[in-house]
């Protein structure tokens, strides 16, 4: 292969990677809605660079997003839970269980898988505690495929000092799919249609729950 066939490829692979390029934003701007405005990550690449969407709340109010609703049902502490299996008690006197019952709604035209490896803890000097597998406890969150328009309550159980009082719940909402809004301007209904598909994104949210005043449960 001699050098100037070697230059012709180059510049051949140049063009095709500024032509793709082109494309793309094309796409992006010509299906831009607000959620785009606010966040350049949005659109077709949003499953490989987007960054998470921080959402702060508390356990009193409810988080909603995209007709998905987060709640924090109850909490508590307690030394011992009760299993299928027996009960399990904390050997260590230093800690306690943490208890946390979610209950999620889907709302939503698409199956949400759930994971208890998508929460964690963190307390106030910033440590960081996972939920445990226990699955002979009644209800405990482990792995769910919620599907459309149906609910979930669950519990977390942690492990944590007995002296936490406060701290706050992490949910990890990794690669949401989200239809954005509609293109405005009178564009036909076939258009639409044709194009609804490049309309549905992937957005990364991270939900955090403040969590105050936990206090023991004798169960």
């Known amino acids: 292969m001699g050098i100037r066939t070697l ?36 659109g ?18 409810p988080v909603v997003i995209h007709n998905l609703t987060i709640k924090v049902i109850d909490v508590y502490k307690t030394d011992e839970i009760k299993g299928s299996l027996g009960t399990k ?3 260590n006197n230093s800690l306690s269980y943490l208890v946390i019952k979610l209950e999620i709604n ?8 759930v994971s208890n490896l998508d929460f964690y803890f963190i307390d106030n000097s910033g440590n960081k505690y996972y939920p445990e597998d226990y699955l002979d406890v009644e209800n405990s969150l482990t792995m769910v495929n919620l599907r459309p328009y149906t609910s979930y ?25 989200v ?3 509609n293109l405005e301007g009178n564009i036909k209904e076939t258009v639409k249609k044709s194009i609804n598909t490049y309309k549905e994104v992937i957005k990364n949210y991270e939900i955090k729950i403040y969590i105050k005043d936990i206090k023991y449960k004798n169960l």
């Open 106 to 113: 889907n709302n939503r035209n698409y199956p949400l898988f």
């Open 89 to 91: 008690k904390i050997e």
């Open 179 to 181: 239809s954005t809004s």
């Open 153 to 177: 309550t669950g519990l977390l159980i942690f492990k944590v000092p007995k002296n936490i009082t406060e701290g706050y719940l992490i949910y990890e909402l990794k690669n949401l799919k």
């Open 44 to 61: 077709l690449l949003s499953i490989i660079t987007q960054k998470p969407i921080v959402v702060n709340t508390t356990q009193e109010k």
């Open 7 to 42: 230059i012709y490829l180059l510049v051949l692979f140049i063009l095709l990677i500024f032509s793709g390029a082109t494309l793309i934003n094309f796409i992006n701007s010509f299906l831009g809605d607000e959620d785009n405005k606010n966040n350049t990550n949005d």
